[in-house]
């Protein structure tokens, strides 16, 4: 992880990719804690912004819950 902490470019881009559950969001935050001026772009953002998807979470498990309580 030096490379990144020595970094003297003005842009780095870095791609993460893997299965769910593989890790990626905690290694994209590392990142972050190496250099505090960077940004992580989740390829979620592009369908709905992560507030929208937190919302429908809490929605969904709310009507899941209704759903198996009733049972």
């Known amino acids: ?9 003005d842009l780095l ?3 993460i990719d893997g299965c769910g559950g593989a890790g990626k969001s905690t290694m994209a935050a590392h990142f972050l ?6 940004v992580v772009v989740h390829m979620d953002d592009f369908y709905l912004p992560s507030h929208e998807r937190k919302e429908i979470q809490t929605l ?11 049972k």
């Open 1 to 9: 992880m030096e490379w990144l902490k020595n970094n003297k470019k």
């Open 13 to 15: 881009l870095v791609g």
């Open 60 to 70: 969904a498990g709310i009507l899941i819950g209704n759903v198996c309580s009733t």
């Open 33 to 38: 804690s190496m250099v505090p001026e960077g």
